[in-house]
């Protein structure tokens, strides 16, 4: 375990500071506690001076909101000033120490951060920590929906007196950072304009549209995998692509799908044991080239 930031830095895991600043946050837990976890989209640190720069990468704030040097201020910090991100507690809630956290709980049992900290870790770990239920006190949300999306109607939890709105479940829970370019894109209704478009054309034209962007969808589908199928094999996979979604997924429906497209002669069916690439090979030995612009991003999972 490493000792808490505390000088300026212009770089961290890679990622560049617009100005020297001192990591703060979620940056500094995963400093202090040497976290195993992807880098949150936006991190957080300390400027030297009372009017710094922020980008998309990095809020930069006043030395004045630098918090204090524990486990429980960075925590509290973060949740404030940057959302939940459930990748970074995760991987906290299984070093920190617990006695420092539970004290923290104990201590404040009526305080919205305490209660929002204290659900997070049972909801994640499945653990229960030694503290009483809360008391009478009013629900918090767990997620603030001012700074990720969530669900509009959350489920209360009477032992941390809070509403649960978070957009999934302990094993899988998106968060997604309520920008003002997501904001205008939900404003504007996609979705139900789609809906009134279809609705007001012949279903015959609707039919030969999705048929059309289907086969598209297949030609890109062997295009980023640098193939030139048949004719017929497109056609399967486009069948595959049709049926995907109409019986309930499992392995067993996963192989049935892929035994249309491809030949178990060929091919070895079931789930793929080793990583694959999407993105530019080299022409002389088929190596992956790794992007420049965006490190990592077309890295596929196995």
């Known amino acids: 375990m490493r000792e808490w930031p505390s000088q300026p830095i212009i770089h961290f895991e890679g990622r560049p500071l617009p100005e020297p600043g001192i990591p703060i946050g979620y940056a500094a837990l995963m400093e202090k506690y040497e976290l195993a976890a992807p880098l949150p989209s936006r991190l957080t640190a300390a400027a030297r001076r009372h009017h710094p720069i922020s980008t998309d990468d990095w809020l930069m704030l006043t030395p004045r909101h630098r918090p204090d040097d524990s486990l429980v201020g960075h925590l509290a910090f973060a949740l404030r000033w940057e959302g939940i991100d459930l990748s970074v507690l995760s991987a906290l809630f299984e070093r920190m120490e617990l006695a420092e956290f539970e004290a923290y709980v104990r201590e404040t049992p009526t305080g919205a951060t305490a209660r929002r900290l204290w659900f997070l870790y049972e909801w994640l770990t499945g653990a229960r920590l030694k503290v ?82 289907v086969l598209e969808d297949s030609k890109s589908s062997f295009a980023i995998e640098r193939e030139q199928p048949t004719g017929n094999r497109t056609a399967r996979w486009a069948q595959a ?33 080793e990583g694959g690439f999407v993105g530019e090979h080299d022409r002389e030995t088929s190596d992956p080239i790794p992007p420049i612009s965006a490190p990592g991003t077309t890295i596929s999972s196995p």
């Open 132 to 213: 009483p239920d809360a008391g009478k006190v009013r629900l918090t949300s767990v997620v603030d929906p001012d700074m990720q999306f969530a669900l509009g109607v959350g489920t209360a939890s009477p032992r941390h007196k809070v509403l649960n709105n978070l957009p999934g479940t302990p094993s899988f829970c998106p968060m997604v950072r309520r920008t003002p370019a997501l904001v205008v894109a939900g404003a504007s209704q996609y979705d139900l304009r789609a809906r009134d478009a279809i609705g007001r054309t012949r279903k015959d034209i609707v039919s030969r549209a999705a048929a059309f962007l």
């Open 241 to 273: 692509i049709g049926q995907a979604g109409t019986r309930p997924l499992s392995i067993a429906e996963f192989e049935r799908l892929q035994r249309i497209v491809v030949d178990d002669r060929f091919v070895r069916r079931g789930l793929r044991r």
